[in-house]
């Protein structure tokens, strides 16, 4: 049984900095490429970064980019999201997830944690 949990999320202030873990079980995680998505209340899912199996290649959205790091480390199962420079609307409900391909549509994801919240104040 595939499971990702994700950890690292909590309150914050405009222009502070928080990492969120995510360790994976049931899978083998280095043929995996992993991803951090954001869901905001009354918003759709969105794409944040993509890592590539080996940590090589990463994908960041636009939104994020310059502010944000993806990294894993496959000897502890863990992808990590390095948030600097928090933002207001950074504040949602972060997900981890698992997939064979190094996409931003989150179709191309089969497994998927719980989320942790982030939430920045002004």
Same mark, same amino acid.
């Given at each position: 049984?595939?499971?990702?949990?994700?950890?690292?999320?909590?309150?914050?202030?405009?222009?502070?900095?928080?990492?969120?873990?995510?360790?994976?079980?049931?899978?083998?995680?280095?043929?995996?490429?992993?991803?951090? +998505?954001?869901?905001?209340?009354?918003?759709?899912?969105?794409?944040?970064?993509?890592?590539?199996?080996?940590?090589?290649?990463?994908?960041?959205?636009?939104?994020?980019?310059?502010? +944000?790091?993806?990294?894993?480390?496959?000897?502890?199962?863990?992808?990590?999201?390095?948030?600097?420079?928090?933002?207001?609307?950074?504040?949602?409900? #972060?997900?981890?997830?698992?997939?064979?391909?190094?996409?931003?549509?989150?179709?191309? #994801?089969? #497994?998927?944690?719980?989320?942790?919240?982030?939430?920045?104040?002004?």
């Amino acid at each position: 049984q595939v499971q990702l949990q994700e950890s690292g999320g909590g309150l914050a202030q405009a222009g502070d900095s928080l990492r969120l873990s995510c360790v994976a079980s049931g899978l083998t995680f280095s043929s995996y490429v992993m991803a951090w +998505f954001r869901q905001a209340p009354g918003k759709e899912r969105e794409f944040v970064a993509a890592v590539n199996w080996n940590g090589g290649n990463t994908i960041h959205a636009k939104s994020v980019q310059g502010r +944000f790091s993806i990294s894993r480390d496959n000897a502890k199962n863990l992808v990590y999201l390095q948030m600097n420079s928090l933002k207001p609307e950074d504040t949602a409900n #972060y997900y981890c997830a698992a997939g064979l391909r190094l996409y931003s549509s989150s179709h191309a #994801y089969d #497994y998927w944690g719980q989320g942790t919240q982030v939430t920045v104040s002004s």
